[in-house]
């Protein structure tokens, strides 16, 4: 149970950065379009209002405690990892 638990994390997290990515990949890509000239208005009104909205936006995470990005899965065996070293040392006292 806990290693499709922490699979599932690994799965999330992977998906979080994938879309913040996205959105990176998107917001420079309507950088590089209101710089061309020959860009038609709807395309600059559609452009502005991606970065508008991109200005509000951060990264996902976990009711404010912590980002949900590739570093998760790290993070969580290095806690998982300290905990098990201190149940052992518990143990064998």
Do not use: T
């Not at 590739?70 to 052992?88: E, F, N, R, T």
């Amino acid at each position: 149970m806990l290693m499709k638990n922490i699979w599932l994390i690994i799965i999330q997290s992977a998906c979080c950065e994938k879309f913040q990515i996205s959105v990176e990949e998107v917001e420079s890509g309507c950088f590089e379009l209101l710089k061309n000239k020959n860009c038609p208005d709807s395309h600059k009104y559609l452009c502005k209002n991606i970065l508008r909205l991109n200005e509000s936006f951060s990264k996902m995470s976990a009711c404010g405690l912590f980002d949900i990005d590739a570093a998760l899965p790290i993070a969580l065996a290095g806690v998982i990892s300290k905990y098990i070293v201190a149940i052992l040392q518990f143990l064998f006292l």
